[in-house]
Structure formats: structure tokens, C-alpha cells
């Protein structure tokens, strides 16, 4: 039961092909997708037509929720552009996307908590804006009730696992498309992975519960960099370029 866990693409369609690539050549077939698929401002149909054609078990994540339930003018500066180049095909399928599932009857899936698509599981933010591990009785809070012995979270873009003290492993895989981000909720703050590659999960059966391995994968980044930039958001653009928030 090796299976590949990807999250959070937000339109970059380079960074998607270059780990679906990996993927393969990890000689892997079964992959989890946790949500964030097209929102951004770089190539969200290209993208959704990539991620419909996967043969894969798919969540919806925040900003794919935002783009089916409200109009384009209360869309938000990563929403209202994806949605105007998505077609009804497209919105059509999302519709169609759980919020949550469960893979093999042993790995819960969701994109932020399993009952909130916008609250950070794994990660608090400060009021200082500091992003720091939440405590284990905060993650534990959140995992009540679920009884898989995988759980698969995505949302923050920060790579991260998270053993429970039953033995239970919270994992996110990172972001595929989108190594920083800038956000105001609950306290303004940036996320900033420190490079450009795109990143995703290996999950597989161990000795004791299950092993993780995180894949950092080089594409080409510059490029995807200069059409966030032709499309007037250079924050990031400096993000997609070197995996910091310039």
C-alpha cells in the first residue's frame, strides 16, 4: 500500500507535472490529492485538466470551495483569476469533490481539520505573526473520533508529521505549486519554504504504524515565477523563484 500524498498545487501546472513525474519513476500509482487545486494566478485550467484526468482519490480544499460557492466579485485576488479561466466543466467537477474521505478504509483524508478547511492543524500562528508546531493537545483535539491510523492533512504548506501519542501519524506533504504565502488570519503572517521545489509525500506500511518520506523536486521554477510576475503579483513570483517571500 505505498501511495504518493499531493496537496496544495494552486495553478502551477510545471510543478504539478515535474512531481507526477516523480511520482512514476518511484514506480508509485496510487496518489492522494488534498485540495488547493487551481487558485492562483498562473494556469488553472491547464492545471484542473491535469488533476481530473489523474486517477487518483481527490479533497477539496479552501480555495476550491471559494470557487464554487460565491460569485466571482467576492472572489479573492488568487480566486477571481483561476475562476475566469476555469469552465463549467470544470466548476462541475469540484462540485462533485468531498471535503473529506478516507482512502483504503485506513487513511483519513481532508485539507486543513477535518471539520474546518481553513484552520491550520499541525501549525499556530503568533500574534507576533510567528509560525511555530502547535502543542500536541491542540493536534490530538482535532484527531478526536478518527479512527485511521493515517491521517493526511494539507492547507498550511509547511511539510511536517506529527506522531500521536496512540501511535496515529498526522502527516502534510507540502505545497506542489506554491512554496510562500502571505495571510492575515488568525494574525498576519508568511509562510516561506526556504526553496523553490515543488514537494509531496511517500507514504508506505512500516515496522510500528506507517514511514514518511518527504520529496523536494526541481522543475522549472523561473518559469512559472515569470508568468506570476506577467500577471502583476510579484510576491509571488519572488516566492515561486526562490522559496521566500521577498
Not at 115 to 136: H, K, M, Q
Amino acid at each position: 500500500m505505498r501511495f504518493a500524498a499531493i496537496a496544495d498545487v494552486h495553478g502551477n501546472y510545471l510543478a504539478l507535472d515535474a512531481v507526477l513525474a516523480d511520482i512514476r519513476a518511484q514506480g508509485i500509482s496510487d496518489i492522494v490529492h488534498l485540495g488547493d487545486m487551481a487558485s492562483g494566478p498562473l494556469d488553472a485550467r491547464r492545471t484542473m485538466d491535469t488533476l481530473m484526468a489523474l486517477d487518483a482519490v481527490h479533497v477539496l480544499g479552501n480555495h476550491d470551495r471559494y470557487l464554487i460557492d460565491r460569485p466571482p466579485e467576492k472572489m479573492g485576488s488568487w480566486d477571481r483569476p483561476a475562476h475566469a479561466q476555469l469552465e463549467a466543466r470544470h466548476l462541475d467537477w469540484l462540485r462533485a469533490v468531498p471535503r473529506t474521505a478516507v482512502f483504503r478504509g485506513q487513511v483519513f483524508l481532508c485539507h486543513a481539520t477535518p471539520d474546518n478547511d481553513e484552520i491550520y492543524w499541525l501549525e499556530t500562528v503568533l500574534p507576533d505573526g510567528a509560525v511555530r508546531i502547535s502543542s500536541l493537545e491542540t493536534i490530538e483535539k482535532y484527531a478526536h473520533g478518527i479512527t485511521q491510523p493515517l491521517i493526511l492533512c494539507a492547507h498550511t504548506h509547511i511539510a511536517r508529521a506529527v506522531r500521536l501519542r496512540d501511535g496515529r501519524l498526522i502527516v502534510n506533504p507540502g505545497s506542489v505549486g506554491s512554496p510562500g504565502f502571505r495571510d492575515v488570519h488568525p494574525f498576519p503572517h508568511a509562510v516561506e519554504a526556504g526553496t523553490p521545489d515543488a514537494r509531496y509525500a511517500i507514504l508506505e506500511p512500516a515496522v510500528g504504524g506507517w514511514g514518511v518520506t518527504f520529496r523536494h523536486v526541481p522543475y522549472d521554477h523561473d518559469a512559472m515565477a515569470a508568468l506570476a510576475r506577467k500577471n502583476r503579483q510579484p510576491e509571488l513570483a519572488h516566492a515561486l523563484a526562490t522559496g521566500w517571500i521577498g
